[in-house]
């Protein structure tokens, strides 16, 4: 099969749009295809912001990996003259016996990062917007903040095509094969063919990878703004995001920044969906999450209204043990898939976009990504680990 790229990359949402820039700045012959528009709100990365932070309670082996993506965000403000990284602070809270506090704990001490422990009263008297229940107590991380999404997204495009790139939008992929040496994709807009693959496709990667019976879970998610009451949950007033273990689960916010007031969402919890089904902005309120998140503002966040000013939606595709996948395909080394973010990895898809271009690349990856590998039994098969 003769080639009419190098590397096709099949999505160009967070993860995509960054592998595809990387690609491109190292003289690739690079070919992005995405269904939607640039930074559209169809999938998971749009929503105005994301989270970002070093201390991982998920697992202290993404902390070299994170250190590395805040490298190469800052490296895409200075190329793109823009700010992309609110370094607001993180406030975490729990229960010290639970998963967070622990966990943040963990992995500040193995990788020495700069934290400050607080308790449930000094949350509140710094932050008088948020409350911590009594028997709780917090973690500050003042070198967190957040990504603004849709804009991190348009610089990896913006710059991946002013280094050679071709985009083209609105081009659904229908299936891919793998044809001598080299890949064909088919599309509704037509045949593609490439010497690798890199399927960045979101939500849309379950049936891309059918035939791998692949353990991944799509789960419809929702965003909430509400109305502020005051400017204690103001970003220009010192507020940080949040993130919340709870009786009832856990949940994430960030300080108002602009007139849709205060955004606040579960991060457990989820509708199990077979896979996309529509814009996810558009679906239906669904009353029992909403209730749920208007009762954690009500308790926890005072002084914002419960009147919700705006709200969307997005997908969350998750593995069995929430860990992401990042390979290459088993069968098809020519094929490197980035998949099952698990609603956690906005935040690392500079430096996910980096080992993809990598893998396409036949280059040993500078990370280690042994967490992240296809054969794991927890996406080929076994019980959560």
């Not at 939008?169 to 807009?189: I, L, N, R, Y």
């Not at 929430?322 to 690392?348: I, M, N, R």
């Amino acid at each position: 099969m003769v080639a009419d790229w190098d590397v096709i990359v099949l999505g160009l949402g967070g993860v995509g749009s960054a592998a595809i820039r990387h690609l491109a700045s190292r003289g690739t012959r690079v070919l992005g295809l995405e269904q939607y528009s640039p930074a559209h709100s169809h999938g998971s990365s749009h929503g105005q912001t994301r989270i970002i932070r070093q201390a991982y309670f998920e697992h202290p082996s993404y902390v070299p990996l994170l250190r590395r993506a805040y490298q190469l965000w800052e490296q895409l403000e200075r190329d793109a003259h823009q700010q992309l990284f609110q370094r607001c602070g993180l406030v975490q809270m729990g229960p010290d016996n639970g998963e967070v506090i622990p966990g943040v704990l963990k992995s500040a001490s193995e990788y020495d990062l700069s934290i400050e422990r607080l308790t449930a009263q000094e949350v509140s008297r710094r932050w008088p917007g948020i409350a911590c229940d009594p028997d709780c107590s917090a973690v500050v991380e003042k070198n967190a903040g957040f990504l603004r999404v849709e804009r991190c997204v348009e610089a990896h495009l913006r710059l991946a095509e002013h280094e050679g790139a071709e985009c083209r939008f609105g081009v659904a992929a229908k299936a891919w094969k793998v044809d001598g040496t080299g890949v064909s994709v088919a599309t509704s807009e037509g045949r593609y063919r490439a010497s690798r693959l890199v399927i960045a496709g979101g939500a849309w990667s379950v049936g891309l990878l059918r035939s791998l019976e692949t353990r991944l879970q799509v789960l419809r998610k929702h965003l909430y703004w509400f109305a502020t009451g005051s400017h204690r949950v103001a970003l220009e007033d010192g507020f940080p995001c949040f993130f919340h273990e709870t009786p009832t689960g856990f949940y994430y916010g960030f300080p108002s920044i602009d007139s849709r007031g205060l955004k606040v969402a579960r991060h457990s919890g989820g509708e199990p969906i077979a896979g996309p089904d529509s814009t996810p902005g558009t679906v239906e309120l669904d009353e029992e999450d909403f209730a749920m998140v208007e009762d954690y503002v009500i308790r926890y966040v005072p002084g914002v209204r419960t009147r919700l000013s705006d709200r969307t939606g997005c997908y969350y595709t998750n593995t069995p043990d929430e860990h992401f996948v990042v390979d290459q395909h088993p069968q098809y080394p020519q094929v490197t898939v980035v998949a099952g973010l698990s609603g956690h990895g906005f935040k690392f898809t500079s430096v996910l976009g980096e080992i993809a271009c990598q893998l396409a690349l036949g280059q040993s990856p500078e990370q280690d990504i042994s967490l992240f590998r296809l054969d794991r039994p927890a996406i080929r098969g076994g019980s959560r680990g």
